[in-house]
């Protein structure tokens, strides 16, 4: 019976390394939980006593606030933004030839490598050229840009889980290919495309780089406005946001892998 | 195919225009880099090569060697920390270990790249949890220097491209047959031998593709060697975020960056082709 003990000993180590591995990314999420709580406003371990100042300090500091609502709006547009483009341009490609159809795809995918300070500092270029003013619309463009590829990702999915034979069927009943597209496609693609939004409005609200170099003190979003707090202040009222933000990401994790199925969204479902 | 519709130059529309968008912020950049820059303005001079020129300072090199450097360790570690992580997620046995393994991984993912910067800090501080755990256990009697060096950027931006890495080894992954890892075992060969020989060869797809995004997404990562680095680790990103926003050089910044993109492009073509020649090696 080698062979049995070698194999249980592997699973016990591979277990153990995966709870090192697990206990290494909740790490830092665990530490910041702590020094929220921290009565004292130098960092310290273990801390002194506890208070729930810092997370009073945070609800009530302008910045927060003001970078909360620009957030949100600019999340709001570039997500949605960023599913009818994404949606449109998937389920033409999936159906149709036409030229250009790779370059264009290309280019939209490409700020998956683009570094993101430079699309935002060719955005802020653009705009200081054609003296446009820097508000919300460059913001929103800038997101709308960093987002769509992971919204085309999860469309291509689930178009290519589609059934075709269902768009068949309505087109040989006489439906004409755009009655095809919004009464039959579109309504099969919408768990996917709420998914798609879902992931474009998380990774939006959290956009940094690129963020820092569109935004002016007006349209700043939350993460610029928390690195602002950062660089001038030592206290832990950052990491009383961080909690918040940390609690709220992994319930919206959690509800959305109830209901959307994670692993069907990103693709990594085994078989 | 089908004749086209109508409606298909509508549903083409918005993709264009977008994509119309981002080419026109590229050529800015393009325009700004070959411009000469004019102090205290932010109107950019007549048209020049010198900016490029500058970038052979040994400063800007160095820049570049150091950006390189992290971004190698970075794609290296996170792929050892990620692949056994995919690999349980895509083979555990029970239904909520999978979920719990995908739901741990790839929270860090939506957390943004500054409060996952700030947690590192409070780990990593003089005064930080590491320290006064290693100091209280009697481990150490001086605090570890983590902070404002190379390892403690290295260790925050793996924790920062984890999820991605661990996303593109489970879609590689979940696409091997497991009917050749049991044909294997069933031939007499040991898990260890089966894993080495089959499940990992087959999985190489995955893994290219995770290690590259890895490499590039650390290339472009600015908030945590900005605040762990704390100006003594200098890479392309902080560097152009200097030129640009405290000496309001931004010709200079452009000219960095399209630098920056350009190296990107050759590391990645680079791998591109070495891992094409590994293939024909490890092929039929």
Redesign the interface.
Known sequence: MQ?SR??LW?LRA?QG??AL??L??????L??A??SFNASS?????PQGYSLRWFKNAFEYRDFQIGLWNGLIVTAWASS?AT???T??A??IH????KGKRL?EG??L??????????G??????V??LSLSRGYAVVV?CH??LV?PFVLRSVYVSIHNLDPRTELVAASLGA???RV?TTITFPQLLPGLAGGWLFAA??S?????AS??VTTQSTQTL?VA??NY??EYADPT??A??VV??VT??M???VA?RYLG??KV?????? | MQQKPRFVYWFLLPSTLTAFGLICAMLAILQYSVRSYIPGSLEVGEFTLANFHALLRPLYASAFLETVVLSLYTAIFTLLIGYPLAYAMIRAQRAWCRSLILIVAITPLFLGEVVRTYSWIIVLGSNGFLNSVLMGLGIIERPLRLMFTQLGVVIALVHVTLPIMVLMLAAGLSHIDRAYERAAISLGAGPVRAFMTVTLPLSMPGIIAGTMTSFAWTFSAFATPQLIGGGRVNTISTMVYQLGFSSLNLPFAASLSVAGLVLTMVVLWLAKRLTNSLERIGGH
């Open positions: 062979r070698t194999d592997l591979g390394l995966i591995i697990l290494f990314i909740l790490l830092p999420a530490v910041v702590i020094a130098v960092l310290a371990f273990p933004l009818l483009v994404g449109t341009l389920i033409v159906r149709y030839e036409f264009l280019l939209l490409s700020p998956l490598f683009i570094p993101h300070f430079m699309v500092l060719g955005l802020l270029m653009l200081s050229q463009f709308l840009l769509l004409t290919p755009l597209v998380i990774l609200f959290n956009e940094f780089t820092l170099f993460p928390m690195y950062v660089r950052l990491a946001v961080s933000y940390i990401t992994a919206i994790m959690i892998n994670l692993g990103l693709s990594v479902e085994s078989r």
